[in-house]
């Protein structure tokens, strides 16, 4: 059984890393609960064990915490303030070095998913890919962008790295690909089109 004190109580920790973090537009704590969310989702449609529920839950409730040290390439201080934390708990060392891999497994750079646990974490990390609101929500990170490394992205730079996305990105999990490669596809088709009748180049 998934234990709801633990999960509540890392709630509370991850909140209060994160709230400060004012300029984080799209990594904010509602974004580590939504992700965390679909996350547990996944996991039931793919009849995981309630064990395993409760470390894709603990993993990405951690998620995006090592954003409070630096913006880039910090997947393993997350996994780190994660370890930490659990341990402060006495959580499982087991299961802990479970949801440090599964942490690691999130870097954009690493493209392979060797079990479920993963194609389930990296999918759900990518979600927005697949849903109506995709426009919207890159936005959201333009906009965290551009504040936190003190730049002005241009519009046609941006959609053209969005449609590149869109094009090589693949979800993984057989319930991810079917609720949300149709949806993928036609957000790639609109930018598609919307470049094809504008101006930029």
Same mark, same amino acid.
């Given at each position: 059984?998934?234990?709801?004190? #633990?999960?509540?109580?890392?709630?509370?920790?991850?909140?209060?890393?994160?709230?400060? *973090?004012?300029?984080?537009?799209?990594?904010?704590?509602?974004?580590?609960?939504?992700?965390?969310?679909?996350? #547990?989702?996944?996991?039931?449609?793919?009849?995981?064990?309630?064990?395993?529920?409760?470390?894709?839950?603990?993993?990405?409730?951690?998620?995006?915490?090592?954003?409070?040290?630096?913006?880039?390439?910090?997947?393993?201080?997350?996994?780190? #303030?994660?370890?930490?934390?659990?341990?402060?708990?006495?959580?499982?060392?087991?299961?802990?070095?479970?949801?440090?891999?599964?942490?690691?497994?999130?870097?954009?750079?690493?493209?392979?998913?060797?079990?479920?646990?993963?194609?389930?974490?990296?999918?759900?990390?990518?979600?927005?890919?697949?849903?109506?609101?995709?426009?919207?929500?890159?936005?959201?990170?333009?906009?965290?962008?551009?504040?936190?490394?003190? #730049?002005?992205?241009?519009?046609?730079?941006?959609?053209?790295?969005?449609?590149?996305?869109?094009?090589?990105?693949?979800?993984?999990?057989?319930?991810?690909?079917?609720?949300?490669?149709?949806?993928?596809?036609?957000? *790639?088709?609109?930018?598609?089109?919307?470049?094809?009748?504008?101006?930029?180049?």
């Amino acid at each position: 059984m998934t234990d709801k004190k #633990i999960i509540n109580k890392a709630k509370k920790y991850v909140n209060k890393l994160l709230v400060p *973090l004012e300029q984080h537009y799209y990594h904010s704590y509602n974004h580590a609960i939504e992700v965390m969310d679909r996350s #547990i989702y996944l996991a039931k449609k793919e009849w995981l064990s309630e064990e395993d529920i409760e470390m894709l839950w603990l993993a990405w409730l951690f998620h995006d915490t090592w954003f409070i040290i630096q913006y880039d390439k910090n997947e393993p201080i997350w996994a780190k #303030i994660a370890s930490n934390y659990l341990k402060s708990i006495l959580y499982s060392e087991e299961k802990i070095k479970i949801i440090e891999r599964l942490i690691l497994a999130t870097d954009p750079d690493y493209k392979a998913a060797k079990d479920i646990y993963e194609k389930i974490i990296k999918d759900a990390d990518m979600d927005n890919l697949g849903r109506d609101d995709f426009v919207e929500r890159a936005n959201s990170l333009k906009k965290e962008l551009e504040v936190i490394k003190e #730049i002005k992205i241009k519009d046609p730079e941006w959609n053209h790295w969005l449609i590149d996305l869109l094009k090589e990105h693949q979800y993984k999990a057989f319930t991810q690909k079917a609720e949300r490669d149709t949806q993928k596809d036609e957000n *790639l088709k609109k930018m598609l089109h919307e470049l094809e009748n504008s101006d930029e180049i």
